[in-house]
Structures are given as structure tokens and as C-alpha cells.
């Protein structure tokens, strides 16, 4: 009777599950302890594909400094020309746009300095207006006294040049930044700038960063398209917000793991004290849960049902329903028994 | 192993009654259905007690000597336990003080359960003092009825059932003199 009982209650249970086990990417961050035992069948209705996020390449260092060395060195020997060979291929929007200002600063001053000395002196006047625009600070004791000179008249020119609004698009949200420095402002956003050339970037995660050079006032709009990061960048961008103490499974956070899982539903557990979990289904967070340590499995098929992944099954075909069930109608019968129940009577007589 | 827990259900499913006799109207009193003088013959003689259950049913009669003895003549109220006690000879010296002599011989009477599993229907309890010997087959035999001649007392409890009577069972004569002859001749023939 028993054994019949559970057979019944185990097919009620079951029925629900889908014919097919669907798939379900699975990244765990984290205290993985905090998890406990979760294999890939440990879910019914769900194939679970254990995902890690790929740890960061690191990229090798620029070769921007040793350049900018270099032409110091032919600057200090009066090699003009070479000077200014070393700093031409500089990649100044890439410098200010990662937000090395100082680099870029040396660069340019060792530029003007270098066509000055070679008696370019509009084009260093050029660079200077340039340097000034971009509103780079001096680098001590880099160039010549006349030099520095120049390039102060230049700055103070630009300070007292009109400014102008520039309005820049983009992905909504984004950071931006203008001249290597924090715009203070998301996009889509307007500045007032000084006349001159401008760097502005846009960076946001789950999106590559962009950058472009513009000319005020010629330039008053521009936009800044950035495409979807690939997989190995969204782990970079993921990993760099987790370095910086960001939250790592907020919205932005998993649309990053989704992006790195590369698969259309995405489990995404946190373990700590306790164990967080959200569920993703293209992209977007269709439900999140919390469970105790060590309920990983638990917490993943909640996730499941409440995102829609799984059918739920009704009150009538969960087992705890007629387990309850059961033991009430036991504890009403027992009663009832109890109540009217009457032993059989021997009567002695002596 | 099984046998035990069987035993335990069996157990916990019955309750144990128990019954006991009262020849009288209190514990101290005993009746009068036991004093009736013209009755008594001549010493020495050897007094026996016999206490009987009877069934009385299938309908719970009324406790009127009268109703009991009507309804036992319409649906024969057979006997079905009965216990004879020696109560030892009875002297001369004895009957000078009839309620010491049954106060001392009562408390000879045998232990032994009258019936250790009574059944569930109206029911009668009847104590006969007489001269019969305790191993005459018309004692032995529960369809023989007790030799009238031989009776010297007797007293009855009214009609109940005994699952479901508390307390003493009180046994007595309906009676209000000495000399209750055939009371006691009523109550012994029921």
C-alpha cells in the first residue's frame, strides 16, 4: 500500500517534466561551496552546462611611453626631425580616450617642441592650440623655456575662447568622458566646450568602448556608436566591475555572464552566507531568488518555474500537497477513531 | 516479535471491569433476606452460600419482585454462573446472634471470580443461603434449579448490565419484616 502510495505520488510529481530536459547554462560565482552538489541532471526537466566565466588576458604593455622616450632622447640631441618621427604615430585619441593624460600631454608638448626647434613654428603653434584645447596640464622641465612659453599663450587662449554646446548620442546610459577626464554626464548628454579639437569616449558595459575626435565649434552633434562587446570582452568588462567592487549580479552585471555564456537561458548562482540566484532568458532577468547555502539545486528549479522555464506543477500534482493531505485526513481519522472508538468491555464479578 | 504487538493490540483494545458483591445495603449492613428465622432448621447443620448470575434479557426488566418474577416466567431467566461456598455447621450456640454468625461465615466465602467474563445483557445476581450440599449435581449442573426446601435465605440485585454498572453491586430482599418466608421463596425461584 505504501509502495503503491509513493509510486503515485513520485508519477505525480513527474508529470510535469518536459519530454525533453531543456538547457540551461549555469555560471557559479562566488563561494561555490555555497552551491552544494548541483551535476548536470540534478534538476529534472533541466540539462545544466556548468559555464566559467574565461579569466582576463592581459594585454601587453603600450609602446607609447618608449616612444615618447625615444623622442625626448632625439629632442635632448637636437634631432628634430627624428624627434617628431617617433611621436607621429601616436595614437593621441587612443591615449586620452583610455584616460592617459599625462602621456598624451608629454607627447604633444615633445611634438611642439620638436617643430619648434625644427622651425616649424606654425606647426607648432598648431600643436600647441591642440595641446591647449584638449586642456593638458605642462609636463615640468620636458621642453625648451620658449617652448613651455608657447604652449602658455596657447592655453591661455583657449581659456578665453567662447565655448560651444556639443551635443553627444549614444547608448543610453553610457559613460562619457571629454579630453581623457569625466564628463559627469551619461548619454545622451550636451557640453559646453572651448573651441578646438575634443576627445570624447562613451564606455558601457556589454558594449565596446568608443572614441572620436571632433572639432569645435565645427562639430555641434555627434554619436558614438558602440557595439555589443563580444563574449571575451563582456568577461573583461564582468571581471573589471567585480575588481572595482561593483555589484556582479545586478541587471548589468548578468546581462555581462549572459553575454559571456553565450546560450539563451542562463542560471547565474552567488554564493556568499547565503546563496543568490537569477535566471535569464535572452538577455533579460526573468527571475531571482534566494535560498540557504547548500540549496543550489533548489534554488535553480524555483528560478526555473518562476521564470516560466519549467511548467509548475499544480497543488494536485506536488507531492508535499497529498503527503499533507494524507497526514490530515490520518490525523482526522485517528480522531475521529479516537473519539468514538469504544474497547471491548470484560467485567469481572466476585 | 509480532505475537507480542498483537498481544498489546489486544490488549489495548479491552477494559477490565470488575465487579464486586455487596450483601447488604451498605458495607457494614448485611440484608434481611438473610435473617428470616422460621426458615432456619434444626442445628447442627452445614450452611452453604450460592451466588448465581442470571440473564435476564433480552429486555431490561424492572427492579419490582413482582416484574422481575413475571418477566422470568415469560423468558426463562437461565443461570449462567454459579459458585457455592461452605459456610461451615451452624450450632445452637451460633444462631444466639444470627447477624455475627453471617457476618463471621460471609467472610469465608470463596475469592474466585463468580464469572470472569460476564455478558453484555440485563443480568441478575443472586445470593441463596442454603443447607445443599455444594456437590450436588443440582448445584453443579447450571440448569438445575436450587432445592426450595434447602433454602434458608436469599437476596438478588436488581437487573443491569453489568459493561456498564459502576461500583458495588447491591444484593437485598424486598422486605420489611423478619419473617419473609415467601420472599425469600420468590426471590430464590426466580
Known sequence: MLARTLAVLGYAACSVAPKHAVPVSLVVEGDRAAVGALGPGDVEGLELRVVDVPPVVHTPPSSDAPAITKARSAYASGEFDTCRAHVAPLDLVAMLSSGRRDLAARALALDAACAWGGLAKTDAQRIAARFASFGLELPAQVVAPDVEAMIGEASAAAGRSPRHAITIRGVQGARLSLDGRAAGCVLPCTLDVASGDHVLAAFADGFVDAARLVRVPETTSVELSQPPASPELAARQWRARRDRGAPTTDPTGLALLARVARAPRIAVLYGSDRLDGALLVDGVIRARGVRDRGEGATLVRELAYDSGVLERPSVLQRPWFWIVVSGLTLAVAGATVAYIYEPETRTVIR | ?190
Open chain 2, 1 to 190: 516479535m509480532r505475537a507480542v504487538v498483537i498481544a498489546l493490540l489486544l490488549a489495548a483494545c479491552e477494559r477490565e471491569h470488575e465487579l464486586t458483591l455487596q450483601y447488604g445495603p451498605d458495607p457494614e449492613t448485611i440484608s434481611r433476606g438473610f435473617f428470616c428465622q422460621p426458615l432456619v432448621p434444626s442445628p447442627p447443620f452445614e450452611l452453604r452460600l450460592v451466588v448465581e448470575l442470571l440473564d435476564v434479557g433480552p429486555t431490561m426488566p424492572i427492579c419490582l419482585s413482582e416484574s422481575l418474577a413475571l418477566h422470568c416466567a415469560e423468558n426463562v431467566c437461565p443461570v449462567v454462573a454459579r459458585r457455592c461456598s461452605e459456610l461451615g455447621t451452624v450450632t445452637m450456640q451460633d444462631l444466639a446472634d444470627p447477624k455475627a454468625l453471617a457476618r463471621e461465615r460471609l467472610a469465608l466465602v470463596s475469592d474466585a471470580p463468580l464469572v470472569d467474563d460476564a455478558p453484555d445483557r440485563p443480568s441478575v445476581v443472586r445470593a441463596v443461603v442454603t443447607t445443599q450440599a455444594c456437590d450436588d449435581p443440582a448445584i453443579m449442573q447450571l440448569d438445575t434449579r436450587l432445592a426450595s426446601p434447602d433454602v434458608l435465605g436469599c437476596i438478588a440485585s436488581c437487573p443491569f448490565l453489568p459493561d456498564e454498572i459502576e461500583g458495588p453491586l447491591v444484593l437485598g430482599l424486598d422486605t420489611d419484616t423478619t419473617t419473609c418466608f415467601n420472599e425469600i421463596r420468590g426471590c430464590a425461584n426466580l
